[in-house]
């Protein structure tokens, strides 16, 4: 059953009155729209996420066939990268530590937050545009200058950032200028995200509609309500230490050198004194919640789509709001469980090991509550609800496997290992980026007034689903058999890694199967803006605000200032006419 | 039609408030400029670091929260704010705090 | 377009969104601060040696700019309250010293700055003088914001007086938050750096 379908110039939104027609440049580039802000940040996180795919792709050749020249490809890469095809160790680390930053900083956080967030989170609350719209386009300029720096760095001499997406001092101290431009670019990610963060706190306090009171908040607003709280408190340390990393670079200050050290023979000339675990200190403060950032918006989404295709309410959801919040609590206060190897005491790890346990509670209860919501439901495996689902035991997965990182006598053996790069990829990508997916098959219709392709969708649901665990399991055992993370050859100089060196080219040819099957989901992407099933309001028969404006909503989003009668998941309510009472009608 | 023409009346605040506050603002001034003294003349004494630091952290306190009780208006401000405020200092006394005792705490195994 | 509780209050939580905004990005401020001052602790408490400030910094010349902030402090406070009273020259008159203020403390930091480099003595000397540089100068580059941000609603910002003076009376206010953040900033700057 379908809506019928709305055709022609949408009614003329009633409060709006005078808005002259923008030139092209106000409406398309330099536009306040959250919606267009939020298509702005979901294409270029998107682009992000691919480039820092390809730029994994190129390392996972030289993690299979070590030392082998690349084909056709290596050839392009000039001499300086790789000189007859084959790789660098500097290239592979230039790879790996942008890899790293790209598909954090530019990939996932701005799709994640700056896509979904922007473009739902009015809607979804019944207003307008967000509280403060110009300052939501200068969040995603800020964005754009930092991936632009990002990519310049590429073309300094010496290449990128090559020192971990974490740069750890001493080492990001006296790497070459690609440090610098890294540094750069992340104070304007930094400031992006601070920007945006203030902007959603605001808009989700103040312009709710009427009748929308916390507790009636879909998830997926308390989700990115949460989220926000975590960018805006816990960035700005980084953003002070990346300035000393700069002052350390630049101005030959000795923020995270310490005395002594002595650099290819030469000791260096610097005053020394400082202390490299001050820069991992203020690095992990925001990295931690920033794990949390990469995964909350996902989970709020996943909430959104099994309460859809389930026809049933969301078990426990005020389990879920609560467990949302306590986690971004607790997430300030773990973050040293990253630093267990750096001679911290028996005192702090054991206080670090003890809230890192505390917050695996909030985790495992929202992943139940998801799991529980789908017993007994009316399932609907449509494309969205194929990746809700798909992501539930992948989180299991990456959540359980973190466990022995949390403890720090486990984490002697596993730390700095691929069990770890297994852990974390399991929770970001067959998690977080399914959760993407899933958002945006599901939202898709919203913003263009076009279904996606169902049957191109489920063959990119199906080969992802396989690919992301032939890539990411093998891992953890490459890592409990010892071999570190960042070895340009994958372990293969050493003869512990051998019983488990062929586990690499699996996993390289998982991730370059991975990227045929992602083909379909971005022909799927474009082909669909015109040739998508046409669809109304509420092609999901959906229950939260976002489905009673317009598909696509025009410039203030609703006719009609919107009221919220009821909680947002009411489906299958006995004695009702119809499977569903939406929140927003009377 | 924009959705701020609402003249509202400025209405938590009328003249006599205003007075009230300005007398509020002109002893807090004078209070600030006192503590200032006092802090730089204590130092004058160098009194042993932890003493000194104590000291000087105190009147820092009160001096900052006259700042931000009377001029940044803190003490009649909504309920939200404090939330906030109170979740922000959460946050730094732990930054503060746990880097350094973590560092120090293994400090005898190095 | 109409973004409501721009001007007037909502209801429930008896605020608009720019008071909401200016705490917001004043409680990553503190965060911001927060982290310097963490790494000052951790640096200081791990060195061998470390001078007391009066033996490296210009007390009195640092005692009189911590007077002058906190002065711009209460013009900036009183500017409001002229607007509130509906008195726009003494707004004017206020906001001029405010700004004024703050140049005056510039100028003091130059010299201090100054000073330093003719001694010798940069970022690069040693970590009292790196993360001395370091507080003030990020201090120093939001007095510079700050000031910026007075002297727009000084000059042309103003206009909106006219149109919407409870508008401007919020931006003012706000303003005035971010700038008394700044003198906060500096009551524990001072001390901390110049006295212990």
Not at chain 1, 271 to 290: K, M, R, S, T, Y
Not at chain 1, 461 to 482: E, K, Q, W
Not at chain 2, 49 to 71: D, E, Q, R, T
Request: net charge neutral.
């Amino acid at each position: 059953m379908s809506d019928p379908v709305v055709v022609g110039p949408h009614p003329h939104v009633a409060h709006e009155v005078h808005h002259e027609e923008l030139g092209f440049w106000r409406k398309y580039v330099f536009s306040t729209d959250h919606k267009v802000i939020g298509i702005q940040y979901a294409v270029t996180g998107l682009l992000f996420l691919l480039f820092g795919f390809s730029l994994m792709m190129l390392m996972r050749w030289q993690l299979a066939y070590p030392g082998a020249p690349l084909p056709l490809l290596g050839r392009l890469l000039g001499d300086t990268r790789m000189p007859g095809g084959t790789m660098l160790p500097e290239f592979y680390n230039e790879l790996g530590a942008m890899h790293g930053t790209i598909m954090v900083f530019l990939g996932v956080v701005p799709l994640a937050v700056g896509g979904f967030g922007n473009f739902v989170l009015p809607l979804q609350i019944g207003a307008p545009d967000m509280a403060f719209p110009r300052i939501n386009m200068m969040s995603y300029w800020c964005l754009f200058l930092g991936g632009v720096t990002m990519l310049g760095s590429f073309f300094v001499p010496g290449g990128a950032a090559q020192s971990g997406w974490t740069s750890y001092s001493p080492l990001a101290d006296i790497a070459g200028t690609g440090q610098t431009i890294w540094l750069i670019g992340m104070i304007f990610l930094i400031t992006s995200s601070l920007l945006g963060s203030i902007n959603f706190i605001t808009t989700t306090i103040q312009l709710r509609a009427k009748g929308l009171t916390f507790m009636r908040f879909p998830i997926f607003v308390w989700a990115q309500f949460v989220t926000s709280f975590l960018l805006l408190l816990a960035f700005p340390p980084l953003e002070a230490a990346g300035v000393m990393q700069l002052m350390d670079r630049v101005a030959g200050t000795s923020f995270f050198l310490p005395s002594g050290l002595v650099v290819s023979g030469q000791p260096l000339t610097n005053a020394g004194g400082g202390n490299p675990l001050l820069w991992q200190h203020l690095f992990w403060f925001l990295a931690h919640p920033e794990v949390y950032v990469l995964i909350l918006p996902g989970l709020g989404i996943v909430a959104e789509i099994v309460a859809n295709n389930t026809r049933k309410p969301l078990w426990g959801y005020r389990s879920i709001v609560y467990s949302l919040i306590f986690l971004g609590f607790m997430s300030f206060i773990v973050w040293a469980h990253h630093m267990f190897m750096t001679g911290m005491g028996t005192a702090m790890a054991a206080f670090f090991q003890t809230t890192t346990m505390i917050i695996s509670i909030p985790s495992v209860v929202i992943l139940t509550a998801l799991i529980l919501s789908l017993w007994g439901g009316s399932i609907r495996f449509n494309t969205p609800m194929l990746f809700a689902v798909g992501f539930l035991p992948m989180f299991g997965i990456g959540g359980l496997t973190g466990l022995p990182l949390g403890l720090n006598i486990s984490d002697i053996p596993l730390h700095d290992t691929y069990y770890v790069i297994g852990h974390f990829h399991y929770v970001v990508a067959p998690g977080t980026i399914f959760a993407m997916m899933a958002g945006i098959y599901y939202w898709y219709p919203k913003a263009t007034g076009r279904k996606m392709n169902e049957l191109l969708g489920k063959i990119h649901f199906a080969g992802s689903l396989v690919c992301m665990n032939v890539i990411f399991m093998p891992m953890f055992f490459i890592g409990l058999a010892g071999v570190s993370r960042r070895l340009f050859d994958g372990g293969a100089a050493y003869a512990f890694a051998q019983p488990v060196a062929h586990l690499n080219v699996v996993s390289s040819w998982g991730a370059w199967i991975l990227a045929l099957f992602q083909l379909p989901f971005i022909f799927n992407f474009f082909w669909s803006i015109k040739n998508g099933e046409p669809v109304g309001e509420n092609p999901w028969q959906a229950t939260t605000i976002e489905w009673s404006a317009p598909s696509p909503p025009p410039h203030g989003n609703f006719v009609g200032a919107p009221e919220a009668y009821r909680g947002p998941y009411e489906y299958s309510v006995p004695g009702a006419a119809k499977d569903f009472m939406p929140q927003f009608e009377a | 039609m924009t959705s701020d023409h609402a003249v509202e009346a400025v209405a938590d605040h009328h003249a006599a408030d205003i007075d009230r506050h300005v007398r509020i603002y002109i002893t807090v001034f004078v209070a600030l400029m006192v503590l200032t003294i006092v802090t730089v003349a204590v130092s004058r004494f160098h009194l042993p670091v932890p003493i000194a630091v104590s000291v000087a952290l105190l009147v820092a306190i009160i001096k900052g929260s006259l700042v931000a009780c009377y001029f940044m208006h803190l003490i009649s401000e909504k309920r939200l704010i404090y939330a906030v405020l109170t979740l922000t200092v959460i946050f730094f006394a732990v930054l503060l705090a746990l880097p350094v005792l973590s560092y120090h705490d293994g400090f005898w195994m190095r | 377009m109409g973004i409501p509780y721009t001007v007037t209050t909502r209801r429930d939580t008896g605020l608009n969104n720019g008071k909401i905004g200016i705490w917001l990005f004043l409680a990553s401020e503190v965060m911001l601060f927060g982290a310097l001052f963490a790494s000052y602790i951790l640096i200081r408490t791990g060195a061998q040696t470390w001078p007391r400030g009066d033996t490296v910094l210009n007390v009195p010349l640092a005692t009189v700019n911590t007077i002058v902030l906190i002065s711009s402090s209460v013009t900036m406070v009183m500017a409001w309250a002229s607007l509130m009273r509906h008195r726009f020259e003494t707004f004017r008159i206020y906001m001029g010293i405010t700004i004024l203020c703050g140049l005056a403390f510039l100028v003091i930091k130059f010299f201090e700055y100054s000073h330093h480099f003719e001694e010798g003595l940069y970022p690069r000397s040693d970590n009292f003088h790196a993360i001395y540089f370091t507080l003030t100068g990020l201090h120093g580059l939001h007095v510079i914001f700050g000031m910026a941000v007075n002297a727009w609603l000084w000059g042309p910002g103003s206009k909106l007086w006219k149109t919407n003076p409870v508008w401007f009376t919020n931006r003012v206010e706000n303003s005035g938050l971010f700038w008394h953040f700044v003198d906060l900033v500096w009551i524990f700057l001072f001390p901390t750096l110049y006295l212990l």
